[in-house]
C-alpha cells in the first residue's frame, strides 16, 4: 500500500514538477524543507505534501519575482524574501492554525541556516 502511495505521489510530482518549470534547486530547496518540517513535527504524508508544495510556491515566487525585477542588492532581495516568508506563513496557518505554522515556518529557517552551512 505504501509503494503504491509513493509511486502516485512520485508520478503526480512529476507531473507538478514539470508543468511549473522548476529548477532542480528549487524542488531540492522545497525537499529540504518539507522533509525537515515532517521529521520534526511528525507530519503524515497528506501534511508534508501540502508543506512541500507551500516551501516550492516560497522559493519559486521569491527566485521569480528577484529575477523579473532584476534584483541585485541584499535589501531588495530580503525584502522580496520576508513578503514570500509571510504568505507561506498564512497559507500554513490557513491549513494548521497559527502556532503550528511558526513552528513550521522557523524550522524552514532552521534547516536552511544548517545547509546553508554545510
Given at each position: 500500500m505504501k509503494q503504491s502511495l509513493l509511486i502516485i505521489f512520485m508520478i503526480g510530482f512529476s507531473f507538478f514538477?514539470?508543468?511549473?518549470?522548476?529548477t532542480k534547486f528549487q524542488t531540492q530547496r522545497a525537499t529540504m524543507f518539507s522533509?525537515?518540517?515532517?521529521?520534526?513535527m511528525e507530519?503524515?504524508?497528506?501534511d508534508q505534501k501540502f508543506?512541500?508544495?507551500?516551501?516550492l510556491a516560497r522559493v519559486y515566487n521569491s527566485n521569480a519575482k528577484i529575477k523579473?525585477?532584476?534584483?541585485?542588492?541584499?535589501e531588495d532581495k530580503r525584502a522580496v524574501y520576508s513578503a514570500e516568508y509571510k504568505i507561506a506563513q498564512q497559507k500554513l496557518a490557513e491549513e494548521f492554525g497559527d502556532k503550528m505554522a511558526q513552528k513550521m515556518m522557523s524550522l524552514s529557517n532552521e534547516s536552511r541556516k544548517k545547509a546553508d552551512k554545510n
Amino acid at each position: 500500500m505504501k509503494q503504491s502511495l509513493l509511486i502516485i505521489f512520485m508520478i503526480g510530482f512529476s507531473f507538478f514538477t514539470f508543468s511549473q518549470d522548476y529548477t532542480k534547486f528549487q524542488t531540492q530547496r522545497a525537499t529540504m524543507f518539507s522533509t525537515y518540517i515532517a521529521g520534526q513535527m511528525e507530519l503524515d504524508e497528506s501534511d508534508q505534501k501540502f508543506v512541500y508544495d507551500v516551501m516550492l510556491a516560497r522559493v519559486y515566487n521569491s527566485n521569480a519575482k528577484i529575477k523579473s525585477e532584476n534584483l541585485t542588492a541584499m535589501e531588495d532581495k530580503r525584502a522580496v524574501y520576508s513578503a514570500e516568508y509571510k504568505i507561506a506563513q498564512q497559507k500554513l496557518a490557513e491549513e494548521f492554525g497559527d502556532k503550528m505554522a511558526q513552528k513550521m515556518m522557523s524550522l524552514s529557517n532552521e534547516s536552511r541556516k544548517k545547509a546553508d552551512k554545510n
